[in-house]
């Protein structure tokens, strides 16, 4: 290494882990001047931060340290340097199992890792997801993770949603950290029900609570919920066919935002979902019987939100492009797929890549990934997927350090 020059040594430093430039710096004067050289890090984050966005597609829970491991799905193939910085196993948290279960035998829940919310580069995961044992925050990039105190209250079964929300100095360093629970929104519906939250922060290294009433959700008995990289849930399932209920962690605001004003016929339509999209906005998406339509909000209108049709394609035409694309295809016969078109069953809309025109979606108990742009189906996963199971990712063009826990005082 000693008789390389520096622009060699440099692309042999872009293909480490973060967490191992630390150690590099050690070794001597030149490789740490080399580490810290302003424009070294600003090439290493370039050259990987646009391979760094896709989404976690969590279906089969966490196991470690062997087990099921989430895919993580990008819109075009990442080059071998950033393969070796990026752990999307997240293989690098703790496990807890006994000897006899690494064996083969049944694994409790409440050893399984389940990933619960993203933003900022971050991942927030659980131990267990039913009954929660331990919380965590985690850097798949730098392979940094930190455990949160446990809660000083059981959580109950429908308490099954979490955001991760992050306050950094306008620098890009994070200052602090906000980790939100919340009941699913069919409590909130009930008769005095509310939002019920725990709300834990890394400046004060303590639990609290907050309750926070909702607007009516209407006739939905358990609508789904897309969690947005902003912090914000939105609720697109229960609420009357124009509206959906969004929830904002860090404003502790819940309002209801018009949608698109041409929506399947219904009380609701499961086939659904609205996202976020990357650089400000929402995306919306939809099945009827006969097409599938893509919404963009564009601005602000008159009405608070303008909407605009940015896609549409048959039904029909969407099937032929899977039956082309999916290997497990073939077991489908023509009767079998139109009886699912009839029933609205075939496609299912899963949710959006963050950064490329790219939808994800569970056709016929597989995964399958549909470019706008291309007008093509990849297929994905040949396991069933549902909504909250898959989580947009995004890695700033910087690092990302997680900031310590505040010890929190004794009572």
Known sequence: MDVLCDSIVEEIFRRLPAKYLHRVRAVCRRYNDIVLNPGFVARYWESHSPHLSGVFLQTEPLVRPWGHFPDFLAGSPRPSATESI??????????????????????????????????????????????????????????????????????????LYGLLSVTDNGDGIIRCFQVFLFNHPMDWKKTGGCLDLKIFSSDTGQWRAMAIRSPQLGVDPYPPVFLGQSGTAYCAGGCVRD??????????????????????????NPNRCIGERHGGGLRYAHFDYSVFEVWDQRREGKNGMCWTLVHQVGVMELAQRYLEAAPRAARFAGSTIQGRINSNSLFRVLGFHPTEDIIYMDVADTVAAYSMEKGVMRYESPRRCYRFDIFSYVHPSHPMQIPAIKKAPHE
């Not at 409440?110 to 659980?126: D, N, R």
């Not at 925050?137 to 993770?145: E, I, K, T």
């Open 86 to 159: 990026f752990s999307s196993d997240l293989g690098f948290l703790p496990h807890f199992l006994p000897e006899s279960q690494l064996q083969g035998e049944p694994v409790d829940d409440a050893e399984k890792i389940f990933i619960a919310h993203s933003t900022a580069g971050l991942v927030l995961c659980s131990r267990g997801r039913i009954n929660v044992v331990q919380y965590y925050v985690c850097n798949p990039v730098s392979w940094q993770w930190v455990p949160l105190p446990e809660l000083p209250l059981p959580w109950r079964r429908n308490s």
């Open 243 to 268: 509206k959906v209920i969004a929830y904002n962690c860090d404003r502790y605001s819940i309002q209801a935002l018009p949608l698109p004003e041409i929506v399947p016929d219904g009380p609701y």
